[in-house]
C-alpha cells in the first residue's frame, strides 16, 4: 500500500500535479453500472473516465490510461495519484501502470473517506444533480446519462473553489 502523500491538502497550484480517483455505482435495471473517475486537483476537471458492469481493476486502469493520453503530462512532471485502498487500486496492474507512466502513487489512510473528499464530493454531486429520481432500464442509458453530465460538469458547472468559474474555464484562465 502507498502512503498517505496528499494528506488533504487539496489545493493545487498547478495542473497534472495531484490527480485523485475512485468508484462509485449506479443501478439500473439490468444490474449495477460502476463508474471511476480521474480528476486533476487543480482544476477540479475529471480528465478520465471508465464505466464497466464490473468492478475489477480494468475499471481503474482504463480511466488513468484516459486521463493521461488526453492530459500527457511526461514521465517527470512529479504527478501523484491519489485513491483509496480499494483492491482495484491496490492491483500490481495498476502500480505497473502508474510506474510506467512515472506517477507516484499514494492512498487514503483505511477507511477514511475524507481522505479523498474531492471524489466522494463529484459522485455526491453527479447524484444529486443529475441521476436521483430517475431509472435506467439499461446501463446504456445509464451510461449516456453519466457521460454527458462529465461533459457539462467539465464545461459548464461553476465551482466556489475556483471563484465561480467552471473547470475548463479555470484552466483556460490559468
Not at 486533476?40 to 480528465?47: E, P, W
Not at 490510461?65 to 500490481?92: C, I
Not at 466522494?120 to 453527479?126: M, N, P, Q, R, Y
Not at 473547470?167 to 484562465?173: I, K, L
Request: with cysteine; hydrophobic share 40%; charged share 25%.
Amino acid at each position: 500500500m502507498a502512503p498517505n502523500l496528499l494528506d488533504r491538502q487539496f489545493d493545487v497550484a498547478e495542473p497534472d500535479k495531484v490527480w485523485v480517483s475512485d468508484i462509485t455505482y449506479i443501478a439500473t435495471d439490468e444490474g449495477w453500472l460502476f463508474l471511476a473517475v480521474v480528476i486533476d486537483l487543480f482544476s477540479r476537471q475529471v480528465v478520465g473516465w471508465s464505466l464497466r458492469q464490473d468492478m475489477t481493476r480494468d475499471i481503474a486502469i482504463d480511466a488513468l490510461r484516459m486521463a493521461w493520453f488526453k492530459r500527457h503530462p511526461g514521465k517527470h512532471a512529479g504527478l501523484v495519484f491519489h485513491s483509496d485502498r480499494g483492491t482495484q487500486y491496490a492491483s500490481q496492474d495498476l502500480r505497473d501502470v502508474l510506474q510506467e507512466y512515472g506517477i507516484t502513487a499514494s492512498m487514503s489512510r483505511r477507511g477514511n473517506c475524507w481522505d479523498n473528499a474531492c471524489s466522494e464530493t463529484l459522485f455526491g454531486s453527479l447524484k444529486v444533480q443529475r441521476l436521483h429520481g430517475q431509472r435506467f432500464v439499461t446501463r446504456r442509458q445509464a451510461k449516456d446519462e453519466v457521460i454527458d453530465w462529465v461533459l457539462w460538469y467539465n464545461r459548464t458547472r461553476l465551482h466556489s473553489t475556483l471563484a465561480y468559474v467552471s473547470p475548463v474555464r479555470f484552466e483556460q484562465d490559468w
